[in-house]
């Protein structure tokens, strides 16, 4: 009967060899007590399902721009701006706003988050999603001034205070406006 031949040698040789077997002792030490290995988290979706359209599909197909449908709905709340920082390597990070669904809305069944292998995550927004965004995109339009009578309002409030005699400066205090806004509109009625 042959006997097995022990793994390592109760004491090693060369100097090497014992920091080797010390560094190794102290590796099963420290193993005993450590807490088991962590559970992986599950795998966020890589495909959309059938119906889902992505932002910018959604923005095309209600007629609007990326950048301007994004404004929209978060103004209405389906987004939310989150802050991302990206490492450029020794260098002070880069911070990003990014317009995301926001929590709720993904709670809600509007949409979801999609990481796929390759490539930066997107968001895709479910039919019932779509319907939500088009009915508040719909109401926002109905209720919304147009550009130019807003424009129109900032300069007529702006006239009507330096008719009473009142400063840029306080004119900007009173209503909330920035002073180069008070000052752009103060020009163009001096004009």
Avoid: C
Wanted: hydrophobic share 35%.
């Amino acid at each position: 009967m042959v006997e097995p031949a022990a793994p390592y040698p109760a004491t090693p040789a060369s100097p090497i060899g014992r920091k080797v077997a010390d560094v190794l002792a102290t590796l099963r030490e420290l193993r005993k007590g450590s807490i088991p290995r962590q559970v992986r988290p599950p795998r966020k979706a890589r495909t959309r399902r059938e119906g889902e359209l992505s932002l910018t599909e959604f923005g095309a197909h209600v007629g609007l721009g990326p950048r301007e449908l994004r404004r929209k709905l978060l103004a209405v709340g389906l987004l939310q701006t989150e802050i991302e920082a990206r490492d450029r390597g020794g260098v002070a990070p880069e911070y990003q706003h990014t317009a995301r669904l926001a929590a709720e809305a993904v709670k809600g069944g509007l949409g979801r988050r999609l990481e796929p292998r390759s490539g930066s995550a997107y968001d895709v927004l479910t039919p019932k999603g779509q319907e939500w965004a088009a009915e508040h995109l719909r109401r926002e339009e109905e209720n919304a001034e147009t550009p130019w009578s807003r424009r129109h309002g900032v300069r007529e409030e702006v006239r009507r205070y330096l008719g009473q005699g009142k400063s840029q400066a306080e004119i900007s205090r009173l209503t909330g406006f920035s002073r180069a806004l008070v000052s752009y509109h103060a020009r163009k009625l001096a004009a």
